[in-house]
């Protein structure tokens, strides 16, 4: 059933793309957690689908897109002021979902993009565009690296930021680069599972690690690794698959966050 | 644009304001909005079900909205964290779009369910509207005051001898229906901006219940009413002038406030 599954360029290119979402969004997503910023994550990703719509249009590199918005979105969260409800978020997220709809609707009919709908909203990891792997995994390691650059000040001020401030830290400047950070690992998580999908790897795998550890070194590890194994079974099966129902693929996306939530629900249950 | 053929698309249209509207009301003035964020995602694999299995997509939809209220108690229940609830959501929607690849019909039928599609309305579809678009009006009318009661002084409520839970559950139930009724024309992601866009800018305009119900219908009216003549005259999608109308809709009444402070009333939100 997998000959030839390490050996074709389309799956190669989908495990790096997976490896490298999960990596960056296992070690934000603890931080997000810590940080109680799921919201945040949330509403990036949606703001960012709008980003994903905009590069199937303009046919560029879907990361470029994904991670313009993802940036608008951030300065959005900086500028926002204490005390704006669910209701005014949840709004204004409309707002930006019908510039997707636009968005989408221009790249179907202008530049006859198949399924665009789809590859932005649900994710197209086998439809990647060759040496996107690569550009994934570089992406990932410079968010590794510019994590570990504020990994001290980000993490005091994760957990106590009266204290921080105390120690000279500048928290403004922590929480922005943070935000930076969370924007390009949902960028990742788009590419991979797709917009809506994304806060399923960005949360997914940092909740369940913090329930196996609350040590901040030893979750963001374990994150990565469920997050990886997560999306490399969902690729394989996706792969499989296609000798269930002849013909059709089942979505990759779906198997990655159907894996996800039962590492979650067995993390959880382990804590009963 | 009144075409014999679009007719269908501006009743159904018209019956999902009228629901949306009253429902919206109730959930900006009980602060539900998760739940009408959350019960549309639920409604979505019901839909992408009944596309697979070829039964009509209202009973698939009605179906997994009322599946959603079961899931929404269960997870209040337990006091679950975001974490748990966020994922479940995300898995929702994945079950969806599995179901929509497995029917064969995917690009097409992920766009309509996620952003609407107002002009596929058929002359089908008019007596399930029909039916949802009354009662769900009809039921949040006849309990108007136990309603709104329940939410904003639960001690008062219990005194009159209300159950919130009951309520609770009624009014999740209701607002499943009205989640329903409006996915296939505003899709899943916009049913939140339909229901809450008119809504919250009637809480804010006007201080009696009554009024600020009447008002948000109103809104509501005309906020579909025109994304489907804007949509029709550029040939956009209908889910972007809904999404934009809404915020605007929103907005607007608060940023007239801001700029000319007149003596406050705090309103019902």
Known sequence: ?272 | MFAPYLLDAWIVSSLVAVASGCAGLFVVCRRESFAAHALPMAAFPGAAAAALFGVGQVYGLVVAALGGVALLLWLKRGQRSDAATALLLVALLALGSLFLSLSGRYADSVYALLFGQIFAVGPDDVLPAAILGLAVPAVLLSGFRPLLLSALSPDLAMVRGIGCTRIEILFLSVLALAAALALPVTGALLVFSLMTGPAGAACIMVRSPRAALALSVALALALIWSALALSYLTGWPAGFFTGVLAALLYLAPRIWRTARPAPRSPGLA
């Open chain 1, 1 to 272: 059933m997998f000959d030839g599954f390490l050996a074709s360029t389309v799956v190669q290119n989908a495990l790096l793309i997976g490896a490298a979402a999960a990596v960056l969004s296992g070690v934000i997503g603890v931080f997000t957690v810590l940080r109680g910023q799921s919201f945040a994550g949330h509403v990036l990703a949606d703001v960012s689908s709008a980003g994903g719509a905009l590069s199937l249009l303009l046919g560029i590199n879907p990361m470029l897109g994904f991670f313009g918005l993802g940036l608008l979105g951030a300065l959005g969260l900086t500028g926002r002021r204490r005390g704006d409800g669910d209701l005014a978020a949840g709004i204004l997220l409309g707002a930006g979902l019908g510039l997707t709809a636009l968005l989408l609707h221009f790249a179907v009919t202008m530049r006859g993009v198949a399924g665009a709908a789809v590859s932005v909203m649900f994710g197209s990891l086998f439809a990647a565009p060759p040496g996107a792997g690569l550009l994934a995994c570089f992406a990932a390691l410079v968010g590794v690296l510019l994590l570990a650059l504020i990994y001290k000040p980000l993490l005091l001020a994760s957990l106590d930021g009266e204290l921080a401030s105390v120690r000279g830290a500048n928290i403004r400047l922590v929480a922005g680069v943070f935000l930076v950070l969370l924007a390009l690992a949902v960028t990742l998580s788009a590419m991979a599972v797709g917009a809506i999908l994304s806060t399923a790897l960005l949360i997914g795998p940092a909740a369940a690690a913090l329930r196996v550890s609350r040590r901040p070194w030893v979750a963001m590890l374990l994150a990565a690794l469920f997050g990886v194994a997560c999306c490399w079974g969902g690729v394989a099966l996706a792969y499989a698959s296609y000798d269930w129902t002849p013909g059709r693929v089942w979505p990759v996306s779906f198997f990655i966050t159907s894996l996800v939530l039962l590492v979650y629900a067995a993390a959880s249950w382990r804590r009963h």
